[in-house]
Each structure stands twice: as C-alpha cells, then as structure tokens.
C-alpha cells in the first residue's frame, strides 16, 4: 500500500513548478499504479497554453474558478470548484485562472516524473529509464 502526505513530496523530488503552476505529484510511473496522481495548483491571473498530445488527462476542480478554453473550437468552460474536465480528445486548450486554482490532475500514461510544458504545451512522453 502507498500512503503519501502532500507535505512530504517536494522534499520526495516530486515537486515540479512552472510559471503558471506548481504540480506536486503523488503517484508516479515508478509506483506501478498505470496512472499517475497530482496536486496541482494555477497561479491567479494566468494562462497556460497545454496541448498533451502523449497523454490523456482528467482534472478535478477542488478549489479556485476560471475557465478552459479549446483552441481550435473556441469553446469556453466554466471551471470551479465540483467541475472535472477529461481530456480524451489531446484538445490544445488554454487553462485560465482567475483566482488560484487548485487540480486533482490524473495522467495516462503515467508521468515519469520531471515533465514540464514544452514551448507547444506538450508533455514528452517518458520512459522511466529516461528519467
Ligand atoms: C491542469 C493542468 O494540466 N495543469 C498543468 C500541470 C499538470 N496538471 C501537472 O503536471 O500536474
């Protein structure tokens, strides 16, 4: 059994800060689970273009609003705290705070552990042996 407390993973090396967000992972590609598990705060006031073409991703809104906006589309979603949004389509999206924004972000595959935004918003998809 994994027991983790949020406290403990920036210390653990699974704390990965961004400019628009900081992302403290729980589960990871190592811990065998088939996905992986974050806490992910939005910094208020910011917008981050995310395009996840390796991965699916859902998001649960715990804390916080703002919206999501598909690029190709240009469909908005409210987003706030009881709202889950799911990913299965890889839409590029632009993820809009308007107060800090607090996630319960799930990832399939799993993150490895380091990813981070790339200029196109993409997540390589990593091995753990690439880790
Ligand atoms: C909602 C979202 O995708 N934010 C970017 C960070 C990502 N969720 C992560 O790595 O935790």
Redesign the pocket.
């Known amino acids: 059994m994994i027991v983790k407390n949020r406290k403990d993973l920036a210390a653990a090396g699974r704390e990965?800060q961004?400019e628009?967000?900081t992302?403290?992972?729980f589960l990871l590609a190592e811990d065998g689970m088939g996905f992986?598990l974050?806490?992910?705060t939005?910094h208020a006031g910011t917008t981050?273009e995310?395009h996840?073409q390796n991965h699916l991703?859902a998001?649960y809104c715990i804390q916080g609003s703002g919206r999501v906006q598909l690029v190709d589309t240009g469909e908005v979603f409210e987003i706030e705290a009881g709202v889950m949004y799911a990913?299965n389509g890889n839409e590029k999206h632009l993820?809009i705070a308007d107060t800090q924004?607090r996630?319960v972000?799930v990832?399939n595959p799993a993150?490895v552990g380091p990813?981070?935004?790339d200029e196109n918003g993409v997540?390589p998809l990593l091995t753990l042996e690439e880790a």
Do not use: G, K, N
């Open positions: 990965v961004a628009t967000w992302s403290r992972r992986s974050h806490d992910t939005i981050t995310i996840y991703e998001v990913l993820l924004m996630m972000c990832f993150l990813e981070t935004h997540y």
